[in-house]
C-alpha cells in the first residue's frame, strides 16, 4: 500500500509516468485554476464505498460544489438521476475520451475543447488504456485520477491508498473547494 | 473450382495467324467456367485490392488508440520511447507502433484458424480422400460456402477444392506478417487495412475448417433442431474412467469417440471436454459431455475427476502438464502446435504406450495419429483410474481455513487478478470459518490463476475458490442444443426481407472467449433479453457454452427455452471457433439469396450491403484471444459492428464514429446519385461496452442501418429506446439522429420524440438506397 506503482502490477506503462499527488492541495489548485475542467464519472462508482456514502456521491458533491461538467460513462447516469442529480451527459468512456483528443472538438456546451479532466469510478484497467490514450493523443488535456489505486498514464494519480487515507484526501479536496 | 498457377510451355504452335516457337504461357488462375455467376472485380484479393474500401471505413470510424505502454520493444535498437509524438529508431510512432501490434496479433489468430483449417483438410484428405464432397446441409443449403465464394471466386465441391483457399490465405498472411518487420510499413491506416486484411483470411479459414469437418465428419447439416447435449461440471460421472479432451480440433477427441463406440465402452467409460474440442464433439457425437468453456480447465484438471487428458491445440493451458502432475493424470498431447517436451510415440504400439502413462514411467506422451490417441486414451484411463482412485489436489475445508490463517494480508492476490476479485477479504471470512464469500467468487472467476501465482504463502486459492463453491459445481448440469453448422438458404429466404427492410431488428451474435468481466451469466442475461425482443440471437465457442448455463424460472437453459432456428426470437449455436463462418456467411447470404447480389469475387460490394443493410452486430463479451482479434476484424471489414467488454480495450484500439461530425454520414443514394446524410448508422465499428446494461443499449442501437424502412426503423428505435429508458433511466440524447422522417417516430412515443426533435431543430430528410461505392449509383446526378 502507499506506494505509486500500478494497482494491477503487471501493467508497466514506460518511460511517462503520473506525478504522484502527495498533498490534497495539488488537486485543489489544479480545479481552481483550469478554465475548462471536466469530470468523467463510472459505474464502479455506484458500488465503491467511501465512508458512509458511495464514490457517486462525493462525485455529485465535488461537481456541484465548482460547478464541473460531468459525462457518466457506461449507464452510471441512471444512478445519477436516482439521486436527483440531473447534470450529466452520458457516452461510453471510449467515446468521451476520442473527442477529448480531438482539438477541434467543441465540448458538451459548445465553447470548446477540455484542459483538466478528472477521472474516477471506472475499472482500473479501463481507466488504464483510456487515460493513455488521452496521455499520448491529447497533449492540452492535463488529467488527475481521483482513484485509490495509482494510475501511471495520468498526469497526476494518487498512490496506492488505504481506504481511509483516500478518503480523508478526497473530503479535504472538496472542503477546499467550498463543497 | 478454379485453378491456379497453370504454367505450360509450347516448343512450336501453327495457327492461322501465324507460327509461334518457345511460346510459353503463365497463368495464375483458371476459374470454373460451369458456374455461370459472373466473376467480380476482386477474387483471391491482394493486400491492395480492397484498400480503398478499407480506407472508406477508416475515414469513418477511426482508429483511437490506447496504447498498453509508451514502448516498442521489438527490435536491438530499442527499447525505444515513444511517448508524446517521439519515434523510434526505426521512424516508427506510436500509432504506428499500436496498429502494427494489432495487426501481428490478427496474423497469429488468422494463422492459427489457418493452420487448424490446413490440419483439418489434410486430416480429412487422408482419411476420406480428396474427391470427398462439401455438404453443409444437402438440398437446404446451397450456397454452401459464401465466404469462399465471395473471397476467393470459387465453388469448392470436395474436400480437394478446399485446399486452393488455404494456399491463398498462407501465402497472404506471409505477405501481412512480413509488412510488421521492422522498417516496413510506415502509415497506421494501411496497418490498419492490413488488419481487415488478415480478419477478411480468419473467416476464409474458419469457414474452411467448419465446412471441411461438417462434411466429413457428419455434424448436424444446418440442423435447426440439433440434438441437446448435457454440459456442466456436474454432469460428468466421476465415478468411471473420465477420459477430458480440452482445445478445439477435434479429430483426436473423435479418436477417442470412435474407439469407445468401436468397441462398446461408451456408458463404462466418460469423455469430457472443455473449449471448443467438447463442441466440435459433441456434434460428433452429442452423447458426450461438455465441462464448460476455457475458463474451467484449471478448476477440471485440479478436481482430479479425469484419468486421462488429451490436449490438441488453441487457448489449452500450457502449464495442464504441470498441474495433471499434481493429480497424476496422464496427459496426451496431440497437435504439433503444443509438443510441451513430450517424446514422440505416434510409432510405438499402443499396450506399450499405455504401460507407461499408467505406472507413471512417463508423465506424457505425444501421439499424432488421432485413431492411436483414442485407443491410448480409453487404455490409460480405465487403468489409471482405479489406481489414482481420483486423486485431487483440491483442499479440504479445513484445509481452506487453515491456509487462510497463513494469509499475510499483503493484497497480492487481489492485484493480480484481472477483475480485481477481492479474494483476501473473501479469505479473511473462510479464516472465521464462513466460505460464502469465496464461493460468491466463483462465478466471477475467470479461471486463470494469477491468484495462485501471485500468493507470496504459496496459498492455492484458486482451489480455494473452487472448494467453497463445491456443492455450485456438482449442480451444474444444463442442456446446450450443439453446433448447429450453417443457416439453411430457405431461411435466409423467409428473414432476409424483414432484416433488411428493419423489421427484425437485428441480428446479435455472442461470440468469443470466457474472460467475463463478471461472469458468464452476464451473456445468458443479453441472449435472453434480445431473444425476447425477437432479435435473431446466434451464439458459438465458449459463449455459447456460458449462455447454456443460466436456467430461467421454469428450470430451462435458453436452448430448451427458445427455438434454435434462425428466426425471430431464435437462440441459434453455431458450434465452435471455426463455425463462427456461418454467421457472417449469413450476413451475406442474405445479399446474395434475399436481395440476388453476386457474391463471386465480389467482396467490396457484399461488404457495402452488409454495412448499410443488415443490422447484424457482433459481441465478444468475454473476448481474450488474438483469435477473437482476428475474427473481429473479419467482421468490420464486411462492415459489422463488434462491442467487446471492458476488458476487450486492452485491445489498445477501438474504431470509432462520430455522431456529431455530421459530414461523416453521408452516403450515395444509388438511385438518385444524390449525397444524403444518413446519421451515424451504425455509430462504431469496435467499441467497448462498461456493463452489460451499456452494452445492450448499445447493441440496439449499433443494429440501425441506413437502409431501414420507416416501419423498421420504429421498431429498432423502440427496442433502442426502451432499453436506453430501462437502463439509463432517461431518454436517449440522440434521438434526433436517427429520424428521417416523421414516419421513423415509434407511434407509442410518439409526443415525447416530437418534443425532443423540436427542441433539436430537427427536419425531415429522405431515406436513400445506399451506398458508399460510387460505381453502384444507377443514375448519376446531372452536372
Known amino acids: 500500500m502507499r506506494r505509486a506503482e500500478p494497482w494491477q502490477k503487471a501493467e508497466i506503462p514506460g518511460p511517462e509516468k503520473a506525478l504522484v499527488i502527495t498533498r490534497p492541495e495539488v488537486v485543489t489548485a489544479m480545479i481552481k485554476r483550469a478554465k475548462r475542467p471536466l469530470l468523467i464519472l463510472g459505474y464502479e462508482s455506484a458500488k465503491l464505498d467511501l465512508g458512509e456514502e458511495k464514490l457517486i456521491d462525493y462525485a455529485i458533491k465535488l461537481a456541484e460544489s465548482v460547478n464541473i461538467p460531468m459525462v457518466a460513462t457506461g449507464h452510471t447516469v441512471s444512478e445519477l438521476t436516482k439521486r436527483g442529480f440531473q447534470h450529466a451527459a452520458f457516452m461510453p468512456a471510449v467515446d468521451i475520451a476520442n473527442r477529448l483528443r480531438d482539438p477541434d472538438w467543441k465540448g458538451l456546451d459548445g465553447l470548446g475543447q477540455y484542459d483538466l479532466v478528472l477521472v474516477t469510478g471506472l475499472r482500473y484497467y479501463l481507466a488504464w488504456v483510456m487515460l493513455s490514450g488521452l496521455k499520448h493523443f491529447a497533449d492540452k488535456v492535463k488529467t488527475i485520477s481521483l482513484d485509490r489505486f495509482y494510475q501511471p498514464h495520468a498526469s497526476w494519480s494518487f498512490p496506492n491508498l488505504p481506504v481511509d487515507e483516500w478518503h480523508s484526501y478526497l473530503i479535504d479536496i472538496l472542503k477546499s473547494l467550498g463543497g | ?783
Open chain 2, 1 to 783: 473450382m478454379s485453378k491456379k498457377d497453370v504454367h505450360f510451355k509450347v516448343k512450336e504452335l501453327k495457327t492461322d495467324i501465324g507460327v509461334f516457337k518457345d511460346l510459353e504461357v503463365s497463368i495464375g488462375r483458371v476459374f470454373e467456367e460451369t458456374w455461370l455467376e459472373q466473376l467480380g472485380p476482386t477474387p483471391y484479393p491482394s493486400i491492395t485490392d480492397l484498400r480503398e474500401w478499407d480506407l472508406r471505413l477508416l475515414e469513418r470510424y477511426k482508429p483511437f488508440y490506447m496504447p498498453y505502454c509508451d514502448v516498442c520493444c521489438l527490435c536491438t535498437m530499442g527499447k525505444c520511447d515513444l511517448s508524446r509524438g517521439k519515434r523510434g529508431a526505426c521512424g516508427l510512432d506510436i500509432e504506428d507502433q499500436q496498429s502494427r501490434v494489432v495487426l501481428i496479433a490478427c496474423c497469429i489468430g488468422a494463422s492459427t484458424h489457418a493452420s487448424h483449417a490446413r490440419h483439418l483438410v489434410e486430416h480429412l484428405i487422408g482419411k476420406y480422400g480428396r474427391e470427398s464432397l462439401i455438404d453443409v446441409g444437402g438440398l437446404n443449403v446451397e450456397v454452401e460456402a459464401p465466404i469462399t465464394r465471395l473471397i476467393c471466386g470459387i465453388r469448392p465441391k470436395s474436400l480437394g477444392d478446399l485446399e486452393d483457399a488455404l494456399d491463398y490465405v498462407e501465402t497472404q498472411l506471409v505477405h501481412l506478417l512480413s509488412a510488421t518487420h521492422t522498417g516496413q510499413e510506415s502509415s497506421e491506416l494501411d496497418f490498419e487495412s492490413k488488419v481487415f486484411h488478415a480478419g477478411m483470411l480468419d473467416h476464409l479459414s474458419l469457414e474452411v475448417a467448419d465446412i471441411a469437418q461438417v462434411s466429413a465428419f457428419g455434424f448436424p447439416k444446418a440442423d435447426a433442431e440439433a440434438p441437446l447435449a448435457e454440459l456442466g461440471f456436474g454432469t460428468v460421472d466421476a465415478s468411471k474412467p473420465v477420459v477430458l479432451v480440452i482445445g478445439h480440433n477435434v479429430p483426436s477427441a473423435i479418436g477417442v469417440v470412435d474407439y469407445l463406440n468401436a468397441h462398446k465402452l461408451y456408458g463404462e467409460v466418460e469423455v469430457a471436454g472443455i473449449c471448443c474440442t467438447a463442441h466440435d464433439m459433441a456434434r460428433y457425437d452429442p452423447k458426450a459431455k461438455i465441462v464448460g468453456p476455457m475458463s474451467y480447465q484449471l478448476r477440471f484438471i485440479r478436481s482430479g475427476v479425469s484419468d486421462v487428458i488429451v490436449l490438441d491445440e488453441q487457448c489449452i493451458r500450457t502449464d495442464t502438464l504441470v498441474e495433471a502432475q499434481k493429480t497424476g493424470t496422464p496427459v496426451i498431447v496431440t497437435s504439433e502446435k503444443n509438443l510441451a517436451g513430450l517424446k514422440n510415440r505416434t510409432g510405438d504400439a499402443a499396450d506399450e504406450v499405455v504401460e507407461e502413462l499408467v505406472y507413471g514411467k512417463v508423465p506424457g506422451v505425444l501421439i499424432l495419429d488421432p485413431d492411436l490417441v483414442g485407443e491410448v486414451a480409453v487404455k490409460t484411463a480405465m487403468k489409471v483410474a482405479p489406481r489414482r482412485a481420483k486423486l485431487k489436489v483440491i483442499p479440504s475445508v479445513e484445509e481452506v481455513k487453515a491456509g487462510a490463517a497463513k494469509c499475510t494480508k499483503c493484497y497480492e492476490c487481489l492485484r493480480a487478478c484481472p477483475n480485481g476479485l477481492p479474494v483476501m477479504e473473501a479469505l479473511a471470512e473462510a479464516e472465521r470459518g464462513n466460505l460464502e464469500r469465496l464461493a460468491d467468487l466463483y462465478e466471477s472467476c475467470i479461471g486463470c490463476g494469477r491468484c495462485d501465482n501471485a500468493c507470496p504463502v504459496n496459498l492455492p486459492l484458486h482451489s480455494f475458490i473452487v472448494k467453497a463453491a463445491e456443492k455450485k459445481l456438482r449442480e451444474e448440469k444444463y442442456k446446450i442444443r450443439v453446433g448447429r453448422g450453417a443457416i439453411q438458404d430457405v431461411e435466409i429466404r423467409d428473414v432476409g426481407s424483414p432484416i433488411v427492410l428493419g423489421e427484425i431488428p437485428g441480428v446479435v451474435a455472442f461470440v468469443g472467449c470466457s474472460n467475463f468481466p463478471a461472469g458468464g451469466r452476464e451473456v445468458a442475461e443479453m441472449a435472453e433479453e434480445f431473444a425476447k425482443r425477437r432479435y435473431i440471437v446466434t451464439t458459438s465457442g465458449c459463449s455459447a457454452m456460458a449462455m447454456g448455463m443460466y436456467k430461467n424460472g421454469e428450470g430451462k437453459t435458453l436452448y430448451e427455452a427458445y427455438p434454435g432456428a434462425f428466426k425471430a426470437g431464435g437462440i441459434v449455436n453455431v458450434g465452435s471457433c471455426v463455425a463462427n463462418a456461418h454467421i457472417a456467411g449469413a450476413a451475406i447470404k442474405i445479399a446474395n439469396i434475399f436481395a440476388k447480389r453476386n457474391l463471386r469475387g465480389n467482396y467490396e460490394e457484399i461488404a457495402d450491403y452488409v454495412l448499410n443493410r443488415v443490422g447484424a452486430v457482433g459481441v465478444a463479451w468475454g473476448a481474450m484471444s488474438q483469435k477473437a482479434a482476428s475474427i473481429a476484424s473479419g467482421c468490420w471489414r464486411l462492415g459489422i459492428p463488434v462491442i467487446v467488454g471492458p476488458q476487450g480495450a486492452k485491445y489498445r484500439r477501438m474504431l470509432l464514429g462520430r455522431k456529431d461530425r455530421e459530414k461523416e454520414w453521408y452516403v450515395h443514394d444509388a438511385r438518385t446519385g444524390d449525397s444524403v446524410y444518413v446519421g451515424p448508422v451504425p455509430e462504431h465499428l469496435f467499441s467497448t461496452a462498461e456493463t452489460k446494461e451499456e452494452a445492450m443499449v448499445m447493441i440496439a442501437k449499433l443494429c440501425m442501418r441506413p437502409n431501414d424502412t420507416s416501419k423498421g426503423r420504429a421498431i429498432k428505435l423502440t427496442h433502442y429506446i426502451d432499453l436506453h429508458k430501462r437502463f439509463y433511466g432517461v431518454m436517449p440524447d440522440d434521438v434526433h439522429l436517427y429520424i428521417r422522417r416523421a414516419t421513423d417516430i415509434p407511434i407509442t412515443m410518439k409526443d415525447e420524440i416530437l418534443a425532443a426533435l423540436k427542441e433539436k431543430g430537427w427536419k425531415e430528410n429522405v431515406i436513400p438506397d445506399p451506398t458508399l461505392l460510387p460505381r453502384l449509383i444507377r443514375k448519376r446526378e446531372k452536372p
